[in-house]
């Protein structure tokens, strides 16, 4: 008898899985060219939008500043990104994408291309995919922090 509360019937747990699967996935690809997988969603942020502040990094990235800052001091020793001080008092720290972070967006996307084929599902579920993952966690925001009405933290 199948009751509700097994494992495999359970939203979370499918979600926690996929996001483990698909960390494991980039892993050694990015290994090889020396990113960890929280370096590489970085960097995808910065060529979105370069020289951002660390607060908007952390809300983009759904990162607090504990895990955020040590992130980004061991890319800037790595030289992919470097700090600025900004502001009339310079406590405004912006994060900028160095000719080396600049570089290697060519051969992440040469990797997401290799998983992306590599994976067993249509263009179109894997949009559905995302596009629900993304409901889910506005969604759970929602019901964590309703003082923010659903932005990411």
Not at 15 to 26: N, V
Not at 39 to 51: H, I, K, M, P, R
Not at 80 to 100: C, F, Q, S, Y
Not at 122 to 131: I, S
Request: glycine share 6%; proline share 3%.
């Amino acid at each position: 008898m199948q009751t509700t509360q097994q494992l495999d019937h359970q939203t979370c747990f499918a979600l926690y899985s996929a996001a483990r699967a698909a960390t494991a996935a980039y892993r050694e690809a990015l290994a090889e060219i020396g990113l960890t997988y929280t370096q590489y969603v970085t960097l995808l942020a910065l060529w979105e939008q370069d020289g951002r502040t660390v607060s908007e990094l952390g809300t983009t990235l759904r990162l607090d500043s504990g895990t955020l800052s040590p992130l980004l001091k061991r890319m800037a020793a790595n030289g992919l990104v470097e700090r600025r001080r900004e502001g009339k008092d310079g406590r405004t720290v912006t994060i900028h994408l160095t000719d080396a972070g600049h570089d290697l967006e060519t051969q992440v996307a040469s990797i997401q291309r290799r998983l992306y084929d590599a994976v067993d599902m249509e263009p179109e579920e894997l949009a559905t995919l995302r596009d629900l993952a993304q409901r889910f966690c506005a969604s759970a925001a929602e019901i964590t922090h309703p003082d923010t009405q659903g932005a990411p933290r």
